[in-house]
């Protein structure tokens, strides 16, 4: 076993009780301290897919939107600004971020696995890479983040957002690891550990659930 970020072995592990009050394996890495599931616990893609369908993840959801608007101003704008070519990473089956990035005047493609399963952008197209709440769904991280860097123009922008886990002491009671789609959880060491292992440099953290990078490599 081997952490699927940094490869790392260095892991503990525990047996943690679900929202089904059935036990779940769940590794700590001690070099970039991301948390995930033991894989043997994913649900089928299938389960998966289901869950989604079931959000209320669209514009007339309020709340959402108003999520994305803050995650816009804070996570965006702040770091690159319209016209730029921008890819919404995870869109899930209403690209709800896609549409309000191009009401702020970004040139916007959308991908999901699930539902949307073409990029429509080559290698070192996009500007702007944004992914919000995907990569704690994500079973290979470091093979997304290789993607994220392969789609990118050199000090291209990858603006991310996931709640960022409390530490392993704290993760039993941790709400966030609640929604069995979850399965991996980062940390703002994880997000450092980012910048030094793959080509990115950090450009932001709020400690909480925004992360912003640069591509760095030429």
Known sequence: MVCPLCSGNDLEADWLKNEQRKEEKYFFCN??????LDSSFFLSPEEEKRRYQQHDNSL???GYVSMFENFIDRAVMDFIVPPAKALDFGCGPDP??????????FLVSHYDPFFYPRIKGDEGSF????????????????SVFKSFSKLLKAQGILSLMTHLHPGWGK???????????HI????????EWIETGLPFRLLY??????????KSEG
């Open 31 to 36: 070099n970039c301290e991301l948390i995930f």
């Open 60 to 62: 007339k959801n309020q």
């Open 96 to 105: 709800v971020l896609a549409y309000l990035l191009k009401k702020r005047g």
């Open 127 to 142: 500007d702007l890479i944004c992914s919000t709440e995907v990569l704690e769904h994500v079973f290979k991280p470091i």
């Open 171 to 181: 993760f039993p009671d941790w709400w966030y690891k609640r929604d069995p789609t």
């Open 184 to 191: 991996v959880f980062f940390n703002r060491r994880t997000m």
């Open 205 to 214: 953290c709020d400690g909480n659930k925004f992360s912003v990078f640069e």
